[in-house]
């Protein structure tokens, strides 16, 4: 757990099974992710550009399940989710089970500027459309992933979480939902208050995992409320993900990483890997972890 002042900035590749091959590929995605999304803060960016910029990164890289490396839907196709909420007014925009997009967390920063919070399916395909989105078919995005190794009903979301110099917060997600799910599922990530949440006065949260048990939970919306009554970040997540198996059963795990108004940056897990890179104004360069027991061994600092 890090204290912070100036600005701060913390990414994850998501919750998921181990796999010893995509390690370096994990460390590396979450490193240039929490480098782009922290030029923004230094450069005195806005917590929200930061985020939006750290997942994008995060889409374009094939080894996570968001954007270009989202796994396929029960009928072979490819439906992602994405969120951001702005500290500074609540303000949120989200997508659902959207299709044809390269980055869905830019159609997300899109809709923030209409009065809808989330759209889904064949409506946010089309709102991304109208607004110059460049869309690609469901045969050219599958033709473009480089498919990672994911196992079938795996589940795992980026999502990046920031705090800016001048004291905003934001939260963003982005996935391609678990693999081989129905058509039309959608789970925690583009749900303010399940995957996500961010209020300046408080903090802001976001959430990897079983994204049904996230929502049942509402995972983000706990936090806040623990926030709010002055509990540590990081002891706040990891109670919360430590719900997930009794109310979703022993298959459901997950992570989180969130950062306090004062800049307190806390992260937890209880999935085999979940890739975080952080990296404040006070540090020297990004922190690097696959799992939190690293961290307590000093990590892989670069
Ligand atoms: N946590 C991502 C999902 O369940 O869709």
């Known amino acids: 757990m890090a ?4 600005w701060s900035l913390i990414v994850h590749g998501g919750a998921k ?17 929490v480098r782009a999304g922290a030029a923004v803060l230094a450069a005195g960016g806005s917590a929200l550009d930061a985020v939006e910029t750290a997942i994008r990164t995060l889409e ?21 989710c994405a969120g951001l909420m702005d500290g500074r007014d609540l303000s949120a925009g989200a997508v ?5 997009v390269r980055n869905p967390i830019g159609v997300a920063r899109l809709l923030m500027a209409e009065k809808e919070v989330l759209l889904v399916g064949e409506g946010a ?10 869309l690609a078919s469901q045969q050219e995005l599958l033709a473009e ?7 079938e009903g795996q589940h795992d979301t980026v999502g990046a979480v920031a705090l800016d110099q001048a004291g905003n917060l934001a939260a963003g997600t982005s996935t391609g939902g678990i693999n081989g799910q129905k058509v039309g599922r959608i789970g925690d990530s583009p749900l303010p208050g399940g995957g996500l949440y961010a209020d300046n006065h408080i903090g802001a949260v976001c959430f990897s995992g079983d994204g049904e048990t996230i929502t049942r939970l509402a995972l983000a919306g706990r936090i806040m409320a623990s926030l709010e009554d002055g509990e540590d970040v990081e002891k706040a997540i990891a109670k919360s993900v430590a719900k997930l198996p009794g109310t979703g059963g022993a298959e459901a795990d997950g992570g989180g990483i969130g950062i306090r108004k004062d800049g307190q940056i806390g992260w937890a897990h ?6 975080v890179g952080m990296l404040t104004s006070r540090m ?3 922190a690097v972890y696959l799992h939190k027991s690293e961290e307590a061994e000093g990590g892989a600092r670069r």
């Open 96 to 100: 659902g089970a959207i299709r044809e």
């Open 17 to 33: 099974p181990w796999d010893p091959a995509e390690e370096q590929a994990n460390r590396d995605g979450v490193d240039q992710a």
């Open 3 to 6: 204290q912070s002042e100036g």
């Open 60 to 80: 374009d890289l094939p080894i996570f399940n968001a954007g270009r490396g989202s796994v396929p839907n029960q009928a072979g196709g490819i439906e992602m």
């Open 284 to 286: 020297s360069g990004p």
């Open 145 to 151: 992933a480089e498919k990672h190794a994911a196992t």
């Open 270 to 275: 209880n999935s085999p890997m979940f890739a």
């Open 125 to 134: 395909t089309r709102f991304a459309k109208d607004k110059g989105v460049p």
